[in-house]
């Protein structure tokens, strides 16, 4: 009677001990594994005693690819960290270059080729009239041409409109486009000046 | 007075076009500027004209290089900055 009794409580103790090390995180596994390491040498004597027995040869043989996987799995990962931070450390500086580098029209670089710029200035003889011309020639910009980038400027009485684009083409047709529009409002402001100095005329043979 | 233009090629060097327009005796300033921008006109076109004749022949050689010397430039000039 006593025999299997005594079976059953050695079982369920070897039982424990298994549970007990599979159980513990990570840090505490390795330390286990260090143990179970150390364990394991010293153990190798006293299983030698067991192992006579027999009985406690199956949980030591277990134990040991157990405690060998744990510390297995952290290390690499954090190496492949360690590893994609440097890389990303080293992406950083190159694209921060290739970002701050200025090109010849103070855009970067990547840009690649230089746009081309053409600037006509044109002198009236009052600021009034500059900007008249201004006024008209905006209005009458043809918004199609998005190859083409426009700018009127008048500072005082002085208009000055310049052209930017990649092809010198497309030069030729708004430049042309602008200075007949330009002959165009002159003529305007001379007919618009000799209205003026008709009215004035009359006014003035109405009061003698 | 001066009508007055300025072309910027891809090499950054300017060219300049200039039409003088002196008005003579009683002749009105601005009929003056407006024959000026007739002549204007005719500069540009004649300009155009022929950039855009040496453009079309540079690409008809070698349209790499055309790239290549915009792009060269571009450095030359990164590297001067």
Avoid at chain 1, 172 to 201: C, Y
Avoid at chain 2, 15 to 20: A, E, H, I, N, T
Avoid at chain 2, 25 to 51: H, I
Wanted: proline share 7%; glycine share 8%.
């Amino acid at each position: 009677m006593q025999n299997p009794v005594e079976g059953l409580d050695g079982r369920a103790g070897l039982e424990e001990g298994e549970d007990s090390q599979l159980r513990p995180q990570a840090p505490d596994a390795q330390a286990s594994s260090q143990n179970s390491a150390t364990e394991g040498d010293h153990g190798n004597v006293p299983q030698s005693c067991p192992q006579d027995s027999g009985r406690p040869a199956a949980p030591g043989t277990l134990a040991t690819p157990g405690s060998q996987a744990a510390p297995g799995s952290p290390s690499p990962g954090s190496t492949v960290g360690s590893g994609a931070a440097a890389e990303e450390a080293a992406v950083i500086p190159h694209s921060e270059q290739a970002t701050l580098v200025p090109g010849p029209s103070g855009d970067a670089a990547s840009t690649g080729n230089r746009s081309l710029e053409f600037s006509v200035t044109v002198p009236f003889r009052t600021a009034v009239e500059a900007d008249m011309a201004r006024r008209s020639l905006v209005a009458n910009a043809h918004p199609q041409q998005v190859m083409v980038q426009q700018e009127f400027t008048a500072n005082d009485s002085i208009l000055a409109v310049r052209w930017t684009t990649d092809d010198p083409f497309l030069f030729r047709i708004s430049i042309n486009t602008f200075l007949d529009q330009l002959s165009l409002v002159m003529r305007n402001i001379q007919r618009l000046e000799f209205v003026a100095v008709v009215k004035r005329g009359r006014g003035r043979s109405r009061e003698s | 007075m001066e009508l007055s233009g300025e072309y910027v090629g891809c090499d950054g060097e300017p060219q300049r076009l200039r039409v003088s327009c002196e008005a003579s005796g009683d002749a009105d300033p601005l009929q003056s500027l407006s024959a000026g921008v007739v002549r204007m006109k005719e500069l540009v076109a004649e300009f155009f004209g022929t950039l855009v004749e040496q453009d079309a022949q540079g690409l008809a050689e070698d349209p790499d290089d055309a790239l290549d010397e915009c792009e060269l430039d571009s450095t030359m000039q990164i590297r001067t900055l």
